[in-house]
């Protein structure tokens, strides 16, 4: 149980708006780069391989191929370097993490798309 001081200092600091992103899900992360005084967002795109723990902890791995080499990054999800993430597609996977991927080379590396439901569509054309 966590203590209700805690707790507290922790909503503080917690993001207020969270996107709905799951494991297989292809995404956008924006991350917040800072280059001597200047500050600038660079996206990295990839897929998300695992998600873990909860409350002010709780982090995500998104893996992508750049120039034939596998790379993957760690974002804690309720940090400030972390702008935005945006979903690109939804993949349809049956397992909590695809650490198998890593083995994977070209078109064996995709997922199956997600079906969305109608409620999904049209929510989704609704906030656009």
Same mark, same amino acid.
């Given at each position: 149980?966590?203590?209700a001081l805690i707790e507290k200092v922790e909503s503080a600091a917690k993001k207020? =708006?969270? &996107?709905? #992103?799951? !494991? @297989?899900?292809? *995404?956008? *992360? =924006? *991350?917040? $780069? *800072?280059?001597?005084?200047? %500050?600038? $967002?660079? &996206? #990295?795109? @990839?897929?998300?391989? @695992?998600?873990?723990?909860?409350?002010?902890g709780e982090s995500f791995t998104v893996r992508r191929i750049v120039n034939n080499e596998g790379v993957e990054r760690i974002f &804690?999800? /309720?940090?400030p370097k972390v702008?935005? +993430? %945006? !979903?690109?597609?939804? @993949? /349809?996977i049956r397992r909590a993490k695809l650490y198998y991927l890593r083995d994977r080379v070209g078109k064996a590396r995709r997922l199956r798309d997600r079906k969305r439901d109608a409620?999904?569509? +049209?929510?989704?054309?609704? =906030?656009?």
């Open positions: 149980m966590i203590n207020k =708006q969270l &996107p709905k #992103f799951s !494991i @297989g899900d292809t *995404v956008s *992360v =924006q *991350v917040r $780069i *800072v280059e001597g005084g200047k %500050e600038r $967002i660079q &996206p #990295f795109i @990839g897929v998300v391989i @695992g998600r873990r723990g909860r409350g002010m &804690p999800l /309720h940090s702008a935005g +993430v %945006e !979903i690109i597609r939804s @993949g /349809h409620r999904q569509a +049209v929510d989704a054309a609704v =906030q656009q």
